[in-house]
Every structure is written in structure tokens, then in C-alpha cells.
């Protein structure tokens, strides 16, 4: 080969690992396909992230900014600045806007479940009256920019019961109807979502069926599933998961894989689902890829992104959004969670905001 045809094949190879097309040219023929935002993204820090977003995908969720805490962090206080310009950047990027999360047990601000600052419990009336409250406020405040809201987050165990939330265990189960029946009224446009994770457990699946048509058979609005699908290289176990979506279509409400990632470290001991308060100290064997993937464990990350979206395409009828939990790998709260500082590589693109190869693949399932 002569040196100038050396030369050029040399500067077409970037070129030729870059997918020609954006996931949203291939997905987006079926459903909406999306990423967490996060808020150094929103105020405009993260061009190269921007980027990914221009040519990826068609939708976005805040990754905390629209959570209680940011948006009520004193009673009667609201504070919309970090989350309206979320929603206009999500306007610039042409983003269909998702709202996370209205009710959810963790995230909630300090004062939220206790009566003024004491340590005392808030009485069952005014958790009532504070969850209408913030409800009407923030739906109404995001009317007509929203397209549809998580309304309830993690309410449910794996076990199928209630989880024990101040929410539960003040106001019981109609919390959550309370819920849904307020976002409705402030904003009928909107849709409503329930939203939780491991939900291919088999008593989960069915307690989050029982939900959704109880919602149904009080004529409330309910409109779609999440499931948040914190995955991981061998959980969750791909038939459950399957017969989930299964399930929750045969309610007859939409499927939505709302926060994907793809965990590829060791897990520690006794770790399990997606409860943020999970806490594991740091050891060395938990961290081993600091350097980088090796090629072998690459290969068999990327096997699985693939496994996970020829299960997406199989669902493509039922499926309405397909929602990554971050943008870059160096972004992802993986890094940080269940054990702080770890180098973890859960996303499509890396710390370079390179797209990963496997992206390729991943279109070519859809064309
Ligand atoms: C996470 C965010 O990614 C982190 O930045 C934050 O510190 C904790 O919450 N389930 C959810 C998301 O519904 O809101 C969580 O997001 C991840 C687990």
C-alpha cells in the first residue's frame, strides 16, 4: 500500500467505528429512546455530552433535579430554577421531557415527613395535605411541558408487599391512588406511570398487576410501567423479565424500560435490586477495572447489551420508551453506588463520550 493510501485509511478509521446513525434513527421507528440528564448536562457544561443527545435520542429524564428534594427543600418553599432549565434544554434538543419522580420514599426533603423541624413524626393529615400540595404544584407548574410523570416510585417489595414508607404506613395504600388521582387533575394531559426496580421478580410482577388494575378499576389513569432495569451481567434472569413485560402489557398499560444500565463489577455481598440506601464499604476486589475492560470481559458486556435488546426488539409492540440512567460511563451514579469510587463502564458511551462499538450492533437489530 502506497504512503498516501496508508495515510487516508489511517483518517477514515474513526469514522468507520462511529455509527452512521443516530440509536433514535433505528429505535425511535418503535418507541422513544432516551437518556437521565444530569444537571452539569442542563446548565450547559457538557458539550460533548450534548452531542450524544443531538444525535441519540428523543427523549430525557432529570437524573435528580425534578426528585422532592430539589424541587421543595424547605415546607412551602419551591425552588423550579435547576429543573425549568432542564425542560428547556430538553426544548433546544428537541426531547420529549419525562417527569421523575413525584411520590418516592427516598429523596424526600428533610423536613418532609417530620412535623416543622422536630424529629417528630408528621400526623397523617399533614402528609395528606403536603403530598397534594406538592403534587398540584409541581404537575401544574411543568403543565403542557411534561409528557408524562413518574407518579409513584418504589412502593412495592420483592416480596409483593407494601414497602413500609412513612407514605404506607400514615396513609396506607391509598397513597398511591391519592397520587395518581392528583397529578390527573393537575395536568390531564400528561401521562402517569408507576415505576420500580427488580421488577422481574415473580411476586413484585404480580403485587405492581394487582396495582395497576385496582388503579384501573377505580377509573383512575394510569398509562404505563417502569421498569428502571439496573441490570447487570446475570441478573435479572432474562425469562422473568420477559414474562414481566408480558404481564404488564396484558394490564393494558405500556411497557417502559425507564433507567437502564448495565452494572459489570463484582457485586458485594448481600447486594441486591436498586434501593439507593444501599451501602457497601470498598475493597479492592470489588474494583478491578480501573485500567480498563479487558478484552474478554468487553466481549462479554457487550453480549449482553445485545441479549438485552434483542429482548426489546422482541417486546418492540409493547415497549414505549427505552431510558438509559445516564449519558457517559463516567457520569453514571454506578460509579458512586452501592460502593463509593468505583470505576464502573454501565453505559453505550464511554469516558470519552465515545460511542461503544456495540451501538453498531444495537441498530442493526432495528433496521
Ligand atoms: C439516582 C441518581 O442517579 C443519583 O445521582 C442520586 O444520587 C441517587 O438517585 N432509582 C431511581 C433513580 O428511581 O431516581 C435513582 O437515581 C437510581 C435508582
Same mark, same amino acid.
Given at each position: 500500500?502506497?504512503?498516501?493510501?496508508?495515510?487516508?485509511?489511517?483518517?477514515?478509521?474513526?469514522?468507520?467505528?462511529?455509527?452512521?446513525?443516530?440509536?433514535?434513527?433505528?429505535?425511535?421507528?418503535?418507541?422513544?429512546?432516551?437518556?437521565?440528564?444530569?444537571?452539569?448536562?442542563?446548565?450547559?457544561?457538557?458539550?460533548?455530552?450534548?452531542?450524544?443527545?443531538?444525535?441519540?435520542?428523543?427523549?430525557?429524564?432529570?437524573?435528580?433535579?425534578?426528585?422532592?428534594?430539589?424541587?421543595?427543600?424547605?415546607?412551602?418553599?419551591?425552588?423550579?430554577?435547576?429543573?425549568?432549565?432542564?425542560?428547556?434544554?430538553?426544548?433546544?434538543?428537541?426531547?420529549?421531557?419525562?417527569?421523575?419522580?413525584?411520590?418516592?420514599?427516598?429523596?424526600?426533603?428533610?423536613?418532609?415527613?417530620? &412535623?416543622? /423541624?422536630?424529629?417528630?413524626?408528621?400526623? $397523617?393529615?399533614?402528609?395528606?395535605? @403536603? *403530598?397534594?400540595?406538592?403534587? %398540584?404544584?409541581?404537575?401544574?407548574?411543568?403543565?403542557?411541558?411534561?409528557?408524562?410523570?413518574?407518579?409513584?416510585?418504589?412502593?412495592?417489595?420483592?416480596?409483593?408487599?407494601?414497602?413500609?414508607?412513612?407514605?404506607?404506613?400514615?396513609?396506607?395504600?391509598?397513597?398511591?391512588?391519592?397520587?395518581?388521582?392528583?397529578?390527573?387533575?393537575?395536568?390531564?394531559?400528561?401521562?402517569?406511570?408507576? &415505576?420500580? /426496580?427488580?421488577?422481574?421478580?415473580?411476586? $413484585?410482577?404480580?403485587?405492581?398487576? @394487582? *396495582?395497576?388494575?385496582?388503579? %384501573?378499576?377505580?377509573?383512575?389513569?394510569?398509562?404505563?410501567?417502569?421498569?428502571?432495569?439496573?441490570?447487570?451481567?446475570?441478573?435479572?434472569?432474562?425469562?422473568?423479565?420477559?414474562?414481566?413485560?408480558?404481564?404488564?402489557?396484558?394490564?393494558?398499560?405500556?411497557?417502559?424500560?425507564?433507567?437502564?444500565?448495565?452494572?459489570?463489577?463484582?457485586?458485594?455481598?448481600?447486594?441486591?435490586?436498586?434501593?439507593?440506601?444501599?451501602?457497601?464499604?470498598?475493597?479492592?476486589?470489588?474494583?478491578?477495572?480501573?485500567?480498563?475492560?479487558?478484552?474478554?470481559?468487553?466481549?462479554?458486556?457487550?453480549?449482553?447489551?445485545?441479549?438485552?435488546?434483542?429482548?426489546?426488539?422482541?417486546?418492540?409492540?409493547?415497549?414505549?420508551?427505552?431510558?438509559?440512567?445516564?449519558?457517559?460511563?463516567?457520569?453514571?451514579?454506578?460509579?458512586?453506588?452501592?460502593?463509593?469510587?468505583?470505576?464502573?463502564?454501565?453505559?453505550?458511551?464511554?469516558?470519552?463520550?465515545?460511542?461503544?462499538?456495540?451501538?453498531?450492533?444495537?441498530?442493526?437489530?432495528?433496521?
Amino acid at each position: 500500500m502506497n504512503k498516501k493510501l496508508l495515510f487516508l485509511c489511517l483518517a477514515m478509521m474513526p469514522l468507520a467505528s462511529m455509527a452512521q446513525q443516530g440509536l433514535k434513527d433505528a429505535i425511535g421507528k418503535y418507541c422513544l429512546i432516551g437518556a437521565a440528564i444530569n444537571q452539569w448536562q442542563s446548565d450547559g457544561q457538557v458539550p460533548e455530552g450534548d452531542a450524544i443527545v443531538d444525535k441519540h435520542f428523543n427523549c430525557a429524564v432529570a437524573e435528580n433535579c425534578m426528585k422532592p428534594e430539589s424541587l421543595a427543600p424547605a415546607e412551602g418553599i419551591f425552588d423550579f430554577r435547576v429543573a425549568d432549565k432542564f425542560v428547556s434544554y430538553c426544548q433546544q434538543h428537541k426531547l420529549k421531557v419525562l417527569g421523575h419522580c413525584l411520590v418516592w420514599h427516598s429523596q424526600a426533603p428533610d423536613w418532609w415527613f417530620t &412535623n416543622g /423541624y422536630t424529629a417528630s413524626p408528621a400526623s $397523617k393529615e399533614v402528609l395528606r395535605e @403536603r *403530598l397534594i400540595k406538592h403534587i %398540584k404544584t409541581v404537575v401544574g407548574h411543568f403543565k403542557g411541558q411534561v409528557h408524562g410523570w413518574d407518579v409513584v416510585n418504589e412502593a412495592i417489595e420483592d416480596d409483593g408487599s407494601f414497602r413500609k414508607s412513612p407514605y404506607f404506613n400514615l396513609l396506607g395504600e391509598e397513597f398511591i391512588e391519592l397520587a395518581f388521582r392528583t397529578a390527573h387533575e393537575a395536568d390531564p394531559d400528561a401521562e402517569l406511570y408507576y &415505576n420500580d /426496580y427488580s421488577m422481574a421478580g415473580e411476586k $413484585k410482577r404480580e403485587a405492581v398487576c @394487582r *396495582l395497576v388494575m385496582n388503579l %384501573k378499576a377505580k377509573g383512575l389513569r394510569i398509562d404505563g410501567v417502569g421498569m428502571q432495569s439496573h441490570n447487570g451481567l446475570d441478573y435479572p434472569n432474562l425469562e422473568e423479565y420477559e414474562k414481566s413485560m408480558d404481564a404488564f402489557a396484558a394490564c393494558g398499560v405500556k411497557v417502559m424500560i425507564t433507567e437502564l444500565d448495565l452494572n459489570v463489577l463484582p457485586s458485594p455481598e448481600g447486594f441486591g435490586g436498586a434501593d439507593i440506601s444501599q451501602n457497601f464499604e470498598m475493597q479492592q476486589k470489588l474494583n478491578p477495572y480501573t485500567a480498563g475492560l479487558p478484552k474478554d470481559k468487553q466481549k462479554e458486556v457487550d453480549a449482553r447489551w445485545l441479549q438485552l435488546f434483542n429482548i426489546f426488539y422482541k417486546h418492540r409492540s409493547q415497549i414505549s420508551r427505552i431510558n438509559l440512567w445516564g449519558v457517559s460511563d463516567g457520569g453514571s451514579w454506578l460509579n458512586g453506588w452501592p460502593v463509593k469510587g468505583r470505576t464502573n463502564y454501565p453505559l453505550l458511551f464511554d469516558r470519552q463520550y465515545k460511542e461503544k462499538p456495540v451501538i453498531n450492533e444495537i441498530i442493526k437489530l432495528y433496521q
